[in-house]
């Protein structure tokens, strides 16, 4: 399942051809124009009435993958309005967590925001912080019914009957699938295109790259000072091992068919002590406890590590950086026993935007989100990335895999997603205002990944008496919070969390919520 | 003594300016308040106004984020105080500055000696070369100290290796037996500088006929230095020690960029903990939480400047002593 390129095959044929088509890369095509080609970036005339002054519009997000499709995107908007100005800010969560609140503080928030990842989407609408699409999306009932049945979940794009955001592209993916150093791993006797590494084989490649590079590269890199990421090993890991589990907003790792925590789960311990096995075999890049997570992926192209566990995001930035870089994609490290079960995901749509309720140009947000939730736009959005980002339109995936080039690393990428994920159970559509208990929740402290940070540098040592502590303290905060909702007046209650029917091995679709 | 005493300006003409009601003065100094208000405007803006908010904040049950302040009382306070993370991060500032503090006041006092003599020609160069780190942004220069100190390929461990005084390299800022004073030393390098030149302006003040009057009774150096200028001095060393304390529980920048305040918290001082509950790294923030938590240790911070104050008093009474004498 593993492919290795020298850099990236996708050129985008598509666009190419649509930008010849217009005459330039970008083209502000009529309604009754013929549809562009497939990936190409057209901004069609939706009628809309927009600012005839020169404005600046302002934009806010996370980047990466899909700063590819917006980079082209606003380029084309702003060729097609040239009166409008984009100021795109593709920023850290950490800074949007802090830049988006107090812009909307000051009256002065971004046109189109990412939320912050701490705030309940429902207390932001409750708050006043953003604008329903129903009311700025032109042809807003057509535009709507193109996605998928289910796509737009009460409390989560949907609140009181009003949408006020739309999911842009699939969040089925995960963040430890195994990438390799090509190179190191041939040397070392490893193919990981013909073969999935089991645990014990996992740790076992780690040591014999580590010793084969004698200092000056080793089996595994991590950021271990991301501690989210060390909590992510452990949570996908124990999962496929037989502690299925799912839940968001703090409140994950909850077995939804008894709504317990199931960190003191012997499959959650075993793949924590993996981990610590390898760390104590010296097989981790010295010094990836003090790394952050971004600092790592960055530090893999340098031939520093055989293996690193990641998301798809990666790819386009190796491509990028490190044209020469040679790198395989595999699943993660699959249990050694006969369980391999599959992870569970909660279909939100990836990349939520949202847009700002006092902004002075939402009718261009509304043309913008029309644009991007059309077939074009969702075929553009895997153009552009090179199917890194994988469109929520079923058509436009359909278009995008039979008429423009992909990644070939975003195919095996999308074909593991399809493999080991399935969608799970979420609180929040069975019960809307379950979001008063995410605002009540108060972090825990140490967490997962703050734990896992302890036990790989020695501060902490009895892994069941840290997961049991944990999984202790996880059920009172939770008690705590609902009842904390509950005194506010928000109808909950430790029941919402449970799903018996729930099997981790199928999707929990509309109809399982009853 | 009686000379350099009275050199002073007489008494009565600094007073004579400040006479009169409070109205009249202030028209008197009229232009030195114009002067200030600019300055006032904008300290009220961004230093009074956002501590003033923060001891409100303090008091509420409130996110920062959202409209749903609650008056909470002394609970904030109450939650404070029975953190542990708040005491272990409490307990870590005092230790940053009990260990760093007295390290580089010393460092500098001692350096600002060999450099204050006058027959020393390379003291220009070295100042500026001191002087430097104080004028580099604290950000770039943990950043930077992040490759200096890797284990992988990192200047310092090259050279611990090379020099056969390690087997195998050191995780500085991963271990966390060595992250936070891996921080403390940058921090001591990195402000040494700006210490350096308090003691050079305070050795700048000592009368040389104090000297000359020593030397001619026999005095050698070391007794120059231990009856006069440690003397002499002292009211400054207090004033220094105190803004090098303060110095040292303002180290944000630095731990946060090297350590991030782990692994898993074993670097995470007072400035950390506040940023961690403030911005809700792991949660929905809360200001209120963190704005008690800053307030009782600024209340900390307050107690440690009002005893150094009264030690300042005390050392300027002998210094007048000493000099009357």
Redesign the interface.
Known sequence: MSRSLTRRHVLRTGVAAGAAVAGSRYAFARAQEASPAPGAIMIPDNGVDLPTDDITFRWIDSGDLKALFYNEFHAAYQEAHPNITIQYDPLPW?EI??IV?IGVQSGDAHDIFAM?Q??PSA?AVA?GWVAPLDDIVPNFAEWKARFPVGAFMDGVHVFDGKTYTFPQTSSKRYWTMTFSNTQIMEQAGYDLSSQRLTWDEFREAARVVTEQGQGQYFGLILG??S?DRLATFVRNLGRTSGASAGGSA?FEDIDWRTGEFVYTSDEYIAAAELLLAINADGSI??????L?EPEARAQFPNG?AGMILEGPWNIPQWQRDAPDFQFGLSSQPIPNGDVNLPMTYEETGSNLLWVYANSDYKQVAGDMFAYIGSVDGQVGIMAATGGNLRAMLPEAVEIAQSSVELDPYASIALALYDEQMRLGPMVAVRNPESAAV??E???????LG??M??L?????SDVRAAFEDLQSRANAELDRAIAAAQEKGANVSRDDFVFPEWDPTVEFTAENYG | MAIATSQLPPATSQRTAGSGSLGRRIWTARWCYLFMVPNLILAAMFTFYPAVMSWYFAFLDWSGFFGDREWAGLDNFRLVVNDPFFWNAYKRSILFMVVAVPIQVALAFIVALVLNDSSYRLGTFFRTVFFLPVVTSAAIIGIVMTFIFSPFNGPINKALLQAGMVDRPVDFLGDPDTALWTVAAVWIWKWFGITMIYWLAALQVVPQDLYEAARIDGANRWHLHKDITLPMIAPFAMVIVLITVVGSLNVFGLVQTMTGGGPFFASEVMEVYIYRNAFGNTGIPRLGFASAAALFFGITVIGISLIQGWGLRKAAAARNQMRQA
């Open positions: 950490t967590n802090q609140p912050p701490d705030v207390q708050e271990g000072q501690a703090g890049f010295p010094g990836s406890m003090s952050s520093v995410a605002t929740r108060q972090p825990l402290q140490p967490d703050s734990l940070q302890g790989m540098t020695g501060q902490v």
